[in-house]
C-alpha cells in the first residue's frame, strides 16, 4: 500500500513525499526530520493504532496534520484518532482523486474532522467536538508529506 501512496501523491507536480516508513518506531525520526505538513498513515500499522500513530507524529512535529487511512469505519478506534489530533480520515477504498483531494482539503485548512473520502458516512455520529491538540494545522501541500 505504502509505494500505491508514493506512486499517487508524487505524481502530482504540486505534492511531494518527503519520507515513507514501514514501521511505527521509524514514523517519529522521519517527522522530525522531513517536518512535513501532513501524514498520511495507514491504519492499523504493524506496531500501533491510529491514535497512537497520531500522537507520535505530534510529539515529534506538532503542526503536522495527520490523515488516516481505514480499512473500514472503525468508530471507537477512528474517535480514539481524532482526540489524539487526527486531522482527517478516509477508507481505503477510496480512488487516488479523492485521496488527492483529502490532502490538498488539509494543506488549505479546510479538513476538520470529517471522513474526506467517504462523504455519506457522517463524523458528527463518531460524538466529537473540535479536534484535539495539533489538526487540523497544515502549510502548503508542496512543503511534503510522509506516507
Known amino acids: 500500500m505504502r509505494d500505491a501512496l508514493v506512486e499517487v501523491i508524487e505524481?502530482?507536480?504540486?505534492?511531494?513525499?518527503?519520507a515513507a516508513v514501514t514501521a511505527g518506531e521509524e514514523l517519529a525520526a522521519a517527522v522530525a526530520r522531513a517536518e512535513p505538513d501532513i501524514a498520511v498513515l495507514?491504519?492499523?500499522a504493524p506496531l500501533a493504532?491510529?491514535?497512537e500513530l497520531c500522537r507520535r507524529v505530534l510529539s515529534a512535529r506538532p503542526g503536522t496534520a495527520c490523515l488516516l487511512l481505514y480499512a473500514y469505519a472503525d468508530r471507537p478506534a477512528i474517535a480514539a484518532a481524532l482526540r489524539a489530533g487526527a486531522a482527517g480520515w478516509v477508507l481505503k477504498q477510496i480512488r487516488g482523486n479523492q485521496l488527492l483531494a483529502a490532502i490538498r482539503a488539509l494543506a488549505e485548512?479546510?479538513?476538520g474532522l470529517a471522513d474526506l473520502g467517504a462523504p455519506e458516512a457522517d463524523p458528527s455520529a463518531l460524538?466529537?467536538?473540535a479536534p484535539g491538540p495539533g489538526g487540523p494545522v497544515a502549510g502548503p501541500a508542496s512543503s511534503g508529506a510522509v506516507c
Open 49 to 51: 493504532g491510529g491514535a
Open 127 to 129: 460524538g466529537l467536538g
Open 109 to 111: 485548512d479546510r479538513g
Open 11 to 18: 505524481a502530482e507536480a504540486d505534492l511531494t513525499v518527503v
Open 42 to 44: 495507514d491504519v492499523p
